[in-house]
């Protein structure tokens, strides 16, 4: 009797352990979860400790619910000019039409226009920039408007960076999405405001590499 | 006796019967968030399915969501 006793006892003890360790792993995973999305960590592990309590299961599956169908601050706007947010999804924000930049001091003579061109996993992009026309704005999406290039890739947010003309050079400014901009491999930021890429051989979108070169 | 082992029988495979619905319904509570959150992360959706997996299957999900970066990106570290 005292060894099947034992043997119980032995068994829950085990049983008991594996739960903590399950426990603690869970609430250490959810953590990182929650603050991926923006929310703080000790949500997540506060959600998978009330498992412990007499609330039962019931309140942390609502919480899950809540927290699938609830806006995260990853997304804000706001956010997504820090640099590292994520690509408004649908479109919402959609930019402003592109400004005319004041012209440079030195203004180039050359006036024609560039060309970036690129290959894609699904094939190659090539587009054309008239120096003429004021800006554009490069997108994911397919191009809905007169001003907008398309750089069909899931990598490119959408809009993902603004292009702008003025005396014949070439400017480019992010609009803070996940993917980055790069400008000969160097990182552009939101903050950084509209760059001189006329001399620029190379962008990249996401991990879209483009050529820069006059048309 | 036969008629004892017949009954018997039926009633386990009954009885797994309602435990396979009911292990399915509660999968579907979590399928359906996870579903979504594996979307907003960038993954697929169908990677929430592993919660259709007994015992283990959830914490295969929060693994990945927990310890890879996410394709469709993160909060900004300085925020954390």
């Known amino acids: ?215 | 006796m036969t008629y004892v082992v017949a009954w018997i029988l039926g009633l386990g495979t009954l009885a797994l019967l309602f435990l396979a619905i009911a292990h399915l319904l509660v999968a579907l509570v979590l399928i359906i968030p996870t579903w979504r959150i594996c979307t907003r992360a960038g993954f697929s959706g169908a990677l929430s399915l592993f919660h259709l997996v007994p015992v283990i299957g959830s914490f295969i999900v929060m693994a990945v969501l927990a310890f890879s970066d996410w394709p469709a990106g993160e909060a900004s570290p300085a925020r954390r």
Not at chain 1, 44 to 65: E, F, Q
Not at chain 1, 117 to 142: C, F, K, N, R
């Open chain 1, 1 to 215: 009797m005292g060894v099947e006793i034992a043997a119980l006892m032995g068994f829950f003890g085990l049983t008991s352990a594996f739960a903590l360790v399950a426990t603690i792993l869970a609430a250490w995973m959810a953590w990182r979860i929650v603050e991926k999305t923006g929310l703080p960590g000790w949500a997540g592990l506060g959600a998978i400790l009330l498992t412990l309590t007499g609330v039962g299961t019931i309140v942390p599956l609502v919480l899950l619910w809540v927290f699938a169908f609830m806006r995260w601050p990853r997304d804000e706007p706001g956010r997504a000019t820090l640099g590292y947010g994520a690509a408004p999804a649908g479109g919402p924000a959609r930019p402003a039409p592109p400004r005319a930049l004041a012209a440079p001091a030195a203004a180039l003579a050359d006036r024609r226009g560039w060309k970036l061109t690129g290959s894609l996993p699904g094939g190659a992009v090539a587009l054309a920039i008239d120096a003429s026309v004021v800006g554009y704005v490069l997108t994911g999406a397919p191009a809905a408007q007169p001003g907008e290039l398309s750089v069909p890739d899931p990598s490119v947010g959408r809009p993902h960076a603004r292009l702008m003309t003025a005396s014949g050079r070439l400017g480019l400014e992010d609009l803070g999405t996940a993917g980055g901009t790069f400008i000969d491999g160097a990182r552009l930021l939101p903050e950084h405001g509209p760059r001189d890429i006329s001399a620029a051989r190379s962008i990249r979108l996401g991990t879209v590499e483009l050529a820069l070169a006059r048309a």
